[in-house]
């Protein structure tokens, strides 16, 4: 048996769909969700993106795959804290949690995207320190009383609280980061973290030594009763099982953005590195993931699935990532329902 290089994977999608048929994206990303699971994939994730063609509210369509999925765990990848209130999303945590049997992974991050075209639509104080939001997000998933005396309920009186308070849910909590204040951040409060395909360069030019300080710094300042544990996103799109139409397509695409990846880049007032993303056979894949220092037999993956993709291209990165990459990299699915396919390459010189 190949080494164990990826205890957990999962995917994580952004659900796009056509101009003028939200209905039809929505449909086709949990068609995905319940072929991700008969797969044995651990985890399934929704991007939230406002302002886009794709999933602008994660948790009521997490609600929604919680009714179509009955094992895998369901994850927001991730919302952006900048334009939420805290106690109101904790309820809305809690409540998908408690409809999806306890499967929720809490991710999150302090952005706040596109605050030049929302910021008048948000909040009144969306110039909130970004940490305190998350503070305040997780003293309101811990449940803590928030007053002594009780309120006058329909159910008769009662210590107010945020409901459904779910235990532990605050220890399924995710931190989005990519620069050392926010992995520093989730260390020292105890936070699991998800790592992009996007780094503060620091010192560095390329983004893997950049990514490898990151996961040794939250390693060595995580703090609490927890178990560090880091997710890292790579965009993977094999082709060894794809059609001739399809490997043109894919490598058009990984072609289109390549150029980023040449060298940092200026994003703000930020240095920043890109991954370059994973495309070709399985072999290929398999030994750039192999090679690649953050994929240590402690860290999970998080597949980084492209946008606008046809649901057929979809199934077939799924397959090939679940039965020729994954295994040689020693993970083992979660009860998988779906028999192995018999995958040949029909990569051509």
């Known amino acids: 048996m190949a080494d164990q290089l990826i205890p957990n994977a999962g995917l994580i999608l952004a659900g796009s769909h056509p101009e003028g048929d939200p209905r039809a994206g929505l449909e086709q990303t949990l068609r995905l969700f319940s072929f991700a699971e008969d797969l044995g994939y651990d985890v399934a994730g929704i991007r939230q993106r406002h302002l886009e063609r794709g999933i602008s509210s994660a948790l009521p369509f997490l609600a929604a795959a919680s009714q179509r999925t009955q094992r895998i765990r369901l994850e927001t990848g991730v919302v952006p804290l900048g334009y939420e209130t805290p106690f109101r999303l904790a309820e809305d945590f809690g409540t998908v949690d408690a409809l999806s049997g306890g499967r929720i992974n809490v991710g999150i991050s302090t952005s706040s995207p596109h605050g030049d075209l929302l910021g008048d639509l948000g909040r009144g104080d969306a110039a909130a320190e970004p940490y305190v939001l998350v503070g305040r997000f997780l003293e309101a998933l811990e449940g803590h009383a928030l007053a002594a005396e009780p309120l006058s309920t329909p159910y008769g009186p009662q210590i107010p609280r945020i409901e459904p308070h779910i235990p532990g849910l605050r220890d399924r909590v995710w931190l989005g980061g990519g620069s050392e204040r926010s992995v520093r951040w989730a260390a020292q409060h105890g936070l699991k973290l998800l790592l992009g395909n996007l780094s503060d360069a620091g010192g560095h030019d390329r ?3 950049a990514q490898r300080v990151h996961l040794d710094l939250y390693h060595s300042e995580f703090v609490g009763d927890g178990v560090p544990t880091v997710g890292v996103e790579r ?3 094999p082709t060894t099982s794809a059609t001739a139409e399809q490997r043109e397509h894919y490598r058009a695409y ?11 880049a200026e994003l703000g007032t930020r240095r920043v590195v890109f991954q370059r993303d994973l ?3 399985a072999e290929e894949i398999v030994d750039r993931l192999r090679d690649d220092p953050s994929i240590d037999g402690r860290t999970e993956v998080r597949v980084a699935l492209p946008y606008g993709f046809s649901e057929d291209e979809y199934r077939q990165i799924f397959s090939d990532i679940r039965y020729a990459i994954l295994p040689e990299l020693g993970w083992t699915p979660a009860d998988a329902r779906v028999d192995e396919p018999l995958i040949t390459s029909r990569e051509v010189a």
């Open 279 to 281: 495309v070709g056979s």
């Open 254 to 264: 990984a072609e289109a953005r390549e150029a980023r990846t040449a060298r940092p």
């Open 207 to 209: 983004f893997e030594p």
């Open 235 to 237: 965009v993977i799109v």
